[in-house]
């Protein structure tokens, strides 16, 4: 059959539907495209967000933020006494510690992990504090596999520090004394949110934390658990103490992380605090577990009791700081 030129017409149908069929497929992949496109930067970006988020709020923490507009707050009553309790109470020589009529104070003894050592099975500690002190425990044995760190002190009642600042007056005079054992009613270790770590090798040998460089993992990780080294050395004149690099003390989370961040001690942290009232700015702070917080002061009223606001919703905590008011935690996520 010999080869028959198509019709002119014909040719032209053929490419217009080839030109469409071309223009439809490369509309289609690009609107398909766009749609991924934008699909993915969005799941990508809520990420990222995310963590932009946290970042911005910690690099920013200082950057404070305002009530929610629209919060529904109700107000919980606080007496006087309650000043003197909570993890962030503030006890120095300035600021004597208050006992309370029941402490709560669970032996280390039958409650601890296999992770350390305890010097003796009176030892004690505020429920919370002892909680955190095994998870931080057993985090530092499953990084090196050390099980020697001891602790060496914990809760101690009146009794028992008015006797240890008494001997050492004894033994070595009361200058040599001061900033190194605090008066009886001033010293951190009756509140049971403190204690002290030192070594106490397999092989019976005694050490401190300094001796070994895998145990500054401790100083450098105790925010996470809610810890701060209380004294640093470079604040003798603010604390009052010289530097105990074996004393740690619970001040609970996101406060040990703002703590370490902006290197205050305690003294300075609870005067910053004041600056932000319920009325003014709150103070936004995230840990780097995915908490985000917000915080704020409320002063001691001069009647028995303070009413404090917080969210109808809100999952807080509220801590008294031993000197004028109380601070208010809320955690945001
Ligand atoms: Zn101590």
Known sequence: MPYKRPRL???????????????????GVSSLLA???????????????????????ELSAESP?????????????????????????LVNAENEYVFPESPDLPTLYGNKSDTY????????????????????????????????????????????QMALYSGRVEAV???????????AGYSEHHTGLAFDLSVYTDSGVTMTLADRPQYDWLADNCHKYGFVLRYDPSKTDITGIYGEQWHFRRVGLPHSYYMKKHNLVLEEYI??????????????????????YEIYYIPLLNGDVTEIPV???AVYTVSGNNKNGFIVTLQLS
């Open 65 to 89: 933020g305002e009530p929610a507009a629209g919060t529904v707050y109700r107000y919980i009553d606080f007496t006087r006494a309650d000043v003197h309790t909570g993890s962030l109470i």
């Open 9 to 27: 017409g014909l040719i032209i149908f053929v490419t217009v539907i080839c030109i469409a069929l071309v223009v439809a497929t490369v509309f």
């Open 35 to 57: 749609a991924i496109a934008e699909k993915m930067p969005a799941e990508k970006g809520g990420m990222a967000q995310t963590g932009n988020t946290d970042t911005d709020a």
């Open 271 to 292: 005067d910053l605090l004041r600056g932000y009232t319920f009325e003014g700015s709150h103070l936004t702070v995230s840990d780097d577990l995915g908490g985000s």
């Open 173 to 183: 005079g009361l200058e040599a004394v001061s900033g190194y054992v605090s008066l």
């Open 117 to 160: 050592k305890i010097s003796g099975s009176e030892l004690s500690l505020e429920r919370e504090t002892l909680r955190a002190l095994n998870e931080m425990m057993h985090a530092f044995y499953d990084k090196y596999s050390i099980g020697d760190v001891l602790v060496s002190a914990g809760y101690r009642d009146y009794d028992t």
């Open 311 to 313: 969210p109808e919703s």
